[in-house]
T-cell receptor
């Protein structure tokens, strides 16, 4: 079965540190890729998405992600985190040829210390 | 306002009872999804539907049922066969072609089985 794996369950950083959250998926066909963020007490929001073209995509709030097809990865990065980035981050994969199946990873909780 | 409405927000039920969670959207989206969110497990896909009168099982469909008789509605029934039904349930819809659209989420329904 297809799956999405996020490497880190909980990441703790100090402000201004760089961030990289790993995401790998297991499916050999065509996919669209997403990162969502859930701030405490709020809905999930879209951070960024990849459909095709340049594998380096930029999203809101200074986040970016790189799609590496050969590694089935879509890692999220930010050069310098802020306290307000404290949230839970979810990687998601839309699978073509599966009737619109969209699956999420387990989530990574990010805590940024001021 | 356009959006997704889930009801009820909180629900208590006794073991052995079926319960139906409502999800309505006025975004004119074709695709709708039901997820279950548990701490440390991310969002797990229960059922999804790309068009009216059609739906598919997700990764954890056992003990759940759905219907999609109208484009705007996608109710989820948690049956007595679901072994661990206490959870937070999220409904989402997606517009766009072939997986290009982002998900819009409802506020969720928290089900507690007593």
């Amino acid at each position: 079965a297809q799956s999405v794996s996020q490497h880190n369950h909980h990441v703790i950083l100090s402000e201004a540190a760089s961030l990289e959250l790993g995401c790998n998926y297991s499916y050999g066909g065509t996919v669209n890729l997403f990162w969502y963020v859930q701030y405490p007490g709020q809905h999930l929001q879209l951070l960024l998405k990849y459909f095709s073209g340049d594998p380096l995509v930029k999203g809101i709030k200074g986040f970016e992600a790189e799609f590496i097809k050969s590694k089935f990865s879509f890692n999220l990065r930010k050069p310098s985190v802020q306290w307000s980035d404290t949230a839970e981050y979810f990687c998601a994969v839309f699978i073509y040829n599966q009737g619109g199946k969209l699956i999420f990873g387990q989530g990574t909780e990010l805590s940024v210390k001021p | 306002d356009g959006g997704i409405t889930q009801s009820p927000k909180y629900l208590f039920r006794k073991e052995g009872q079926n319960v139906t969670l409502s999800c309505e959207q006025n975004l004119n989206h074709d695709a709708m999804y039901w997820y279950r969110q548990d701490p440390g497990q991310g969002l797990r896909l229960i059922y999804y539907s790309q068009i009216v009168n059609d739906f598919q099982k997700g990764d954890i469909a056992e003990g759940y049922s759905v219907s999609r008789e109208k484009k705007e509605s996608f109710p989820l029934t948690v049956t007595s066969a679901q072994k661990n039904p206490t959870a937070f349930y999220l409904c989402a819809s997606r517009g766009g072609l072939a997986g290009t659209g982002e998900l819009f989420f409802g506020e969720g329904s928290r089900l507690t089985v007593l």
